[in-house]
Every structure is written in C-alpha cells, then in structure tokens.
C-alpha cells in the first residue's frame, strides 16, 4: 500500500509505547508534510541522544554524564537508596524537592509469569548494595499495581535476606 520507505518509517514508529497502526501513520504523515526542517531537527535530535546519553553506572539513570548528577553528589545522603521503576519516576520525586538520598532504577518490573527479569537492574542494585556498606534505609517507591506489588515483595525478601539491619 505505501512506499517501502514509509512503511519502514511507520513499523520504526509501531515500536514506540501505545503508538499503534494509525498513530503510526499519523507521524510518518506529519513528518512528510511538514517539510525537511523539522525532519532535520528531529534526526538531529535523535542523534544527539544516541551520541551524548549514558546510563549512570551506579544509579542506571540516562544522562549525559556518567556518574549522573546525583550520584556524583557528595552533598546528598549516602545512607538511602530510593529504588524506582523507571528514569521518569527518579525524575518525578526530585521535582518534589523533598528526597535528598540516591537512587536506583530498575528500568522495569517484575511482571508474574515472565521471563524478563535478566533485563531489569536487579544483579546491579545487589551489586550495589553490597559494596555500599553504610546504607541504612531502602525506600521502594513503585506503582501499587500487581506487577509493582510483586517487584517490592521479591526485592523487600531478597534484600532482608543479605542484610537484615537494612531498613526497607
């Protein structure tokens, strides 16, 4: 039906979250129509984020330095580690002003029944955990939705189970 070209644009656009067929179309259309400019700021764009950004070896945030900024923060507390699902819910609380610890993003959840847990940070906050001994609390900050519930119970167990004197 369409060109090779903007079919491979709107299956590229399909992989995005909650972006279906038409919404899919609606963007390949959008960028055709509205000229090689905004295109070219676009690629740009995508570009510079493929270039620049990095995944903060201790927190697993994306920035442009590695560590972020808040992991290279001397001034924050040491002692707590808020663990949150993904980069966005980091960013949620540090607008609020009120936390002031360190973070870990787990880039996900446990969702029941899957397979997909090697692809969450899991391995590297135990990693993390155990090197940083003057943790006192953990704050486990997900959605109270099944898959949320099951990511704080298995990591509130396993993180017991190596250091009881941490506060969950």
Same mark, same amino acid.
């Given at each position: 039906m369409?060109?090779?070209?903007? *079919?491979?644009? +709107?299956?590229?656009? %399909? ?5 279906g *067929?038409?919404?899919?179309e609606r963007? $390949?259309?959008? @960028?055709l ?6 295109v $070219?700021? +676009?690629?740009?764009? @995508?570009k ?9 070896? *201790?927190?697993?945030?994306?920035g ?7 992991? $290279?923060n001397?001034? %924050?507390? *040491? ?5 949150v699902? &993904?980069?966005?819910?980091m960013?949620? +609380?540090?607008r609020?002003?009120?936390f ?6 787990? %880039? ?8 997909? /847990? ?8 135990? $990693? %993390?955990? &155990?090197?940083?001994?003057g ?10 939705? @099944?898959p949320?519930?099951?990511? /704080? @119970?298995f990591?509130e167990?396993? +993180? ?9």
């Open positions: 369409y060109s090779k070209s903007i *079919q491979h644009l +709107i299956s590229a656009f %399909r992989k995005l979250p909650s972006v *067929q038409r919404t899919a963007f $390949a259309f959008y @960028l129509k509205s000229g090689k400019k905004e $070219a700021e +676009i690629t740009l764009a @995508l510079e984020l493929i270039d620049n950004v990095k995944s903060c070896e *201790q927190c697993w945030d994306f442009d330095t590695n560590p972020c900024a808040i992991c $290279a001397k001034n %924050r507390d *040491q002692s707590v580690i808020c663990i699902c &993904e980069p966005q819910d960013h949620v +609380i540090e609020t002003g009120i002031g610890g360190l973070y870990h993003v787990l %880039r996900g959840v446990i969702e029941p029944g899957s397979d997909d /847990m090697d692809k969450l940070k899991i391995k590297e906050l135990f $990693a %993390r955990l &155990e090197k940083n001994t943790l006192k609390e953990i704050i486990l900050a997900f959605s109270p939705d @099944l949320g519930e099951t990511t /704080m @119970l990591l167990k396993k +993180i017991k189970e190596k250091n009881p004197a941490i506060s969950v």
